[in-house]
Structure formats: C-alpha cells, structure tokens
C-alpha cells in the first residue's frame, strides 16, 4: 500500500493551524476566569458602599432622634360631651321607670392621646401639630433618654396645624431645622415618630410631590407629600432630610382604611418655622385679610373671559368696608399680580395675603372687563370670625318684585323659576334678585359644571340674569360645546360657574 507523502509546506501549515486552534481555546478559557474575578471585586466594591451608606443614615438618625419626643396628653371629657349628639339608648321611658335606679349615672372620663414632636431650641421649645396638643388639659412630654416634663402650651395655629409646646429642662438635645424651599422632589428622606405608641420609629422614603393644597386638613396648605410610612402617632415629628436637618413637620395621610397608603402630608420646615417664631413671640399667628372670596380660574372659565387659566384668581366677592372694596375691586374682577408677583392661584394668592403685615399698603394689578390697571390696597389684620367679616357681599340688594313661580324645564339641564319675595325669605335670598334652581339633572351639563339644586343664577355671561328669558336667550347666542359664564350663590357666598352648551 502507497502512503503519498504529506510535503512539508503542509506539513508546517498544518502545524501552524494546530498551533492557533490550541491558542484560540486557550485563550476562550483564560477569559472565563478574569470576568469572574472582576464581578467579584465589583459586587464588593457595591457592598462596601451601600454598607457605608447604611452606616450613614443610622448615623443620621442616631444624631436626630435624641430630639425627637413622645407627646401624650390628657382631656376631660364631661359626661354631657361623651357621644356628641348621637341618641342615648338609655333614655327612654321605658328604660328609665325599669332599670335606670340599676344603672349607675354616666361619669366624666380622662381622654388620652399620642402624638411626636421635636426639641428646637436649648429654652425648651418643642415644634408639633395643633391637633395634637389642642383642648389639652395636660400635656406630657418624654424623652428618648426617658426624661418625663409637664410641658406648658406656648400657642397653637388650627390654621396650619402648627402647635409649641414648652418643657424646663437641662441640656436638652436640639435638632437642625433646615430649608424645606431647597428639598427637590425624588429627594431621600425619614420620618421619626411614635406611631401606634411604639416610640422612636424610623421610616424611610422621598419627597414625592411638594405644594400640595386642596388636601382639606387645614386653611393653609402648602404641604411635602412623601410616601414615607407616616401613621397615628407620627403627627407632630420630623421629616428629615440625608443630612439630619428637619425640613417638615408630619401631619396627616390619606387613607381609605385608616393606615398608611404612601401618601403623606408634612409642613415645609419654612412655614413651620415661621408660624413657631410668632407664636413664642406673641402666643398667636397675625395675618393679613384682603377681604375677598376667589376662586381659580379653569380653562373653561378663563375662554368666557379671554383669560388663561394660571393667570390670575377670580374675585367672586368682595366684602363691603374690607381692603379690597376701598381699594375698587369688583365682584368679577381678576387679580393677575400681588406685591408685584404674578397671581397663579388661589393657594398663592392667599398665602401671599397672609404674610403681609397689616397697616402696610401693597401694590395689585386687576383686570376689571378685560383693562388692566393697579391698585393700592392696604391690608388688615385677618379677624377671628371671617364670614362676619365679609358680610353678605355680592351683588347689590335690591327690593325684588317678582311674580308667581315659572318652572321651565330643561335649560342646560336645570328646571328653574324667578325668585319670589317668599322663595327669597324661605330660602335666605332677601334683597336679591335672579333665578332658581329647582331641580338638577344629575346627567346635565348644569350638574357637570356643579351647579346644586337651591343655587341661585344672579348673572349670566357677566349680565344680570333679570328673567329665564334672559337666560334663554344667552343661550341661543352661544355656539355649541361653548361654555356660559354663569354667576351662582349658594348659602352666603358667590361663585363663578362655566356650563357648556351641548
């Protein structure tokens, strides 16, 4: 048999092509060790600083809550206030003639509740909520080292739910109050507190909304949402931000099960601060009154008046002998500018009011029938009993004559008829005139835009709504899916309303 020979060009080619063959898998498996190597150095690496910053923010807490205290007061409640004005089963003839020689009288009884606070100052004061500390006959402040004072209310602000409470004692842990105005939303932060009881509670989470208002806890709301568990017990302690400071006080949650949803409330640090200095100082919060019922101004309401919605507040009334009307302004005016800042809402504008001393005379821009021109308006100090202060405002009385009811049906969904004298006195109306709202269609466009069954139309696209022919007759003149500006009163107070036209 003939073996051919393999020549040696071949020969060495083959060798070379082995030889590459061989470095190629050596070279597959040696990477195969290095990547490994690397990843575990990395993941150390990852180790070492999440641990450090763990380290860090037990640090932060271990710094701050030494300030943080345990409020516990005590209320007595007489036995005529227990159930409020819910019925007593017991009284009844039956139980009294039967059993009630058997059933001993009801006793008063000491009410108890918890909430948080913090230590500001070396003096003693401690920065809390009013719903915490309000109607309080003791008020009892512990320490986390376990010291235990009586502590004397300084003053309180239902307004903002902000409250200072006062204890006599030495060297007293105080925490750093920062700048609530510098926090960005998606910032880390920790609530301290003493939910349910359980004292000295940290949780931990971000700022995930800042200005909140319309939230219905107080008057002045310009609240921190965190989704921070914030739960009964925690109202009145800190919010605290990654470098120890307290940039809120925790206030309130929204929940629909009574528990925390991850949604919570706290006062910026700022007006917290600034509530609590004129509170030491004079043991309440003075604020300025303009004297004016507004309302913001949506995109519906802003096309009637060739507005844009965020650009100004509409005035819906203006009480008589208050700043505001020596000043001029109207009912149906819009304010775009105050202190020589634009007017974007309500809440702007209310708090802008509020922090203006009063006896000073500050500068207005308002558009009275779309002119725009500036006022001088000094500010009073904010009266006790607001609604008093108003008065009746809106339009001007006047003696109505009226006429026999006449229901029409279904304009923009609402049965109406003319405000009789004897409508006007059963339904507190007197010396007004306009038209009734009868009924609603709940599925109208009347009931969409929130006009109530009982309101009353005085104006209709800024005119007197003198008869429902009147009214009918703007009607008409508006193009479908266009909105009528209707002006409304409902209970004291007048508001602007935009129904669209179907």
């Known amino acids: ?31 195969a060790r290095l990547p490994a190597q690397a990843g575990d150095a990395q993941l150390q690496r990852d180790i070492e600083a999440l641990t450090r910053e763990s380290k860090a923010r037990a640090a932060i807490v271990k710094r701050v809550s030494s300030s943080v205290v345990n409020i516990s ?61 309000a109607d309080a006959d003791k008020i009892l402040v512990k320490l986390p080292d376990g010291r235990q004072f009586e502590a004397k209310l300084v003053g309180r602000d239902p307004a903002t739910d902000v ?49 909140r208002s319309q939230v219905g806890v107080t008057d002045y709301e310009d609240f921190i949402q965190t989704d921070a568990s914030i739960n009964p017990g925690n109202s009145g302690g800190p919010l605290v931000n990654l470098k120890g400071e307290v940039v809120g006080i925790n206030t309130a949650i929204f929940s629909r099960s009574g528990g925390n949803m991850g949604i919570g409330f706290s006062i910026p640090i700022n007006e917290a601060r600034e509530m609590m200095t004129s509170l030491i100082a004079t043991g309440k919060v003075t604020r300025g009154f303009l004297g004016v019922v507004i309302q913001d101004i949506t995109p519906e309401i802003g096309g009637t008046l060739g507005v844009k919605a965020g650009e100004g507040v509409l005035v819906a009334n203006v009480g008589p002998n208050t700043p505001a009307a020596r000043a001029g302004i109207k009912q149906g005016d ?93 339904m507190g109306y007197q010396g007004l005139k306009g ?49 009528l500006l209707l002006l409304v009163r409902l209970g004291q107070f007048d508001r602007y309303l935009a129904v669209q036209k179907p």
Do not use: W
């Open 163 to 211: 409250a200072v409470v006062k204890i006599d004692g030495g060297d007293l842990p105080v925490a750093k109050l920062g700048n609530s105005d510098e926090m960005e939303v998606g910032e880390s932060v920790m609530a301290i507190g003493n939910p349910f009881g359980l004292e000295q509670t940290i949780t931990a989470g971000i700022i995930s909304a800042k200005g």
């Open 1 to 31: 048999m003939h073996v051919r020979p393999v020549s040696p060009a071949v020969s060495r080619g083959a060798r070379l092509l082995l030889a590459a063959l061989l470095f190629v898998c050596a070279a597959a498996a040696a990477p």
């Open 73 to 133: 007061v005590e209320k007595n409640v007489k036995a005529s206030e227990r159930g409020g004005d819910a019925p007593d089963p017991m009284d009844d003839e039956f139980f009294r003639r039967f059993f009630q020689p058997r059933i001993p009288p009801p006793r008063d009884f000491r009410q108890r509740g918890l909430g948080s606070g913090t230590i500001v100052d070396k003096q003693g004061y401690v920065l809390t909520n009013n719903h915490v500390v």
């Open 334 to 426: 819009v304010i775009v500018s105050f202190r020589g800042q634009p007017v974007k809402s309500v809440n702007a504008l209310r708090y802008s009011v509020a922090r203006v001393k009063p006896g000073e005379a500050v500068p207005a821009d308002v558009l009275t029938d779309g002119k725009r021109h500036t006022v001088s308006i000094k500010i009073e100090e904010q009266p006790t009993d607001m609604r008093t202060a108003m008065g009746e405002g809106g339009p001007e009385s006047q003696n109505n004559q009226g006429g026999p009811a006449v229901p029409v049906d279904q304009v923009l969904g609402m049965t109406l008829q003319m405000l009789t004298p004897e409508l006007a006195e059963r």
């Open 435 to 483: 038209i009734l709202v009868s009924d609603v269609d709940p599925a109208g466009p009347a009931a969409a835009a929130g006009i109530q069954q009982g309101a009353l139309i005085l104006e209709v696209n800024r005119r007197p709504a003198r008869s429902i022919a009147d009214l009918k007759e703007q009607v008409q003149k508006t193009p479908s899916k266009k909105y």
